[in-house]
């Protein structure tokens, strides 16, 4: 049973260019949590979502940043016109359901905005 | 401040037990997590306890609940090299967990 998968691991942008990070729950598991991680920093929360819904999205900057988990596929956190700002390790966690289930993580997408 | 709050660094000599502390703000709080973080890797679920429970022992790892004074402790017996990491304590709020800072657990041969 193939745990949380996150790709790519490393993804290297220009300011200005859109980054796309891709994420596949684990099988059985409709919910899916990203986060963010700066150098040396705790995780923040940044979107929940379920199949083709967002749940909570109030940790998302209001520009630039979008999630979508649709029907088929793996969920997307999408940020557009990147800046140097946005370098961090993104997390994807997955759960069955429910705010009483722990949440297992993927390896993360460490974005680095050149 | 911090919602949730750890020691940055904890030093101990490999043998001894290894106590991590945490505190945390919401009574609310359903359950709590601690995460392993290794350099470069992703976070490892270690343990988490619900917030009706005092204790939880699995293996090596105790974990300690002080529901009144909002405390939360891990400890690792007998601390091994392999125990080196970040180690990250977590309260659910709602959908969302929130996360201390992180306490890096270094181990002295």
């Known amino acids: 049973n193939a745990g949380v998968m996150q790709n790519p691991r490393h993804l290297v942008r220009r300011r200005g260019q859109e980054a796309r990070l891709r994420c596949s729950p684990m099988?059985?598991?409709?919910?899916v949590y990203w986060y963010r991680q700066l150098p040396e920093e705790g995780l923040k929360f940044m979107v929940y979502l379920q199949k083709e819904n967002i749940i909570d999205e109030s940790g998302m900057p209001k520009e630039r940043f979008s999630a979508e988990f649709p029907k088929e596929g793996p969920s997307i956190l999408r940020i557009q016109q990147v800046v140097r700002g946005d370098s961090a390790a993104y997390f994807c966690?997955?759960?069955?359901?429910?705010?009483?289930?722990?949440?297992?993580f993927g390896p993360g997408t460490r974005l680095t905005v050149t | 401040g911090e919602d949730v709050e750890q020691s940055l660094f904890l030093s101990v000599r490999e043998g001894d037990s290894s106590v991590i502390n945490c505190t945390y703000t919401d009574s609310s709080s359903t359950y709590l997590y601690w995460y392993k973080q290794e350099p470069g890797a992703g976070l490892q679920l270690l343990t988490y306890i619900f917030s009706n429970m005092d204790m939880k022992q699995d293996q090596r790892l105790t974990v300690l609940l002080n529901k009144k004074d909002k405390h939360l402790s891990l400890r690792i017996a007998d601390t091994q090299t392999g125990d080196s990491a970040i180690y990250f304590c977590?309260?659910?709020?709602?959908?969302?967990?929130?996360w201390g800072a992180g306490t890096k657990l270094i181990i002295k041969p």
């Open positions: 099988k059985g598991h409709s919910h």
């Open positions: 977590a309260e659910s709020r709602s959908y969302q967990l929130i």
């Open positions: 966690a997955s759960s069955p359901g429910g705010e009483r289930q722990p949440e297992y």
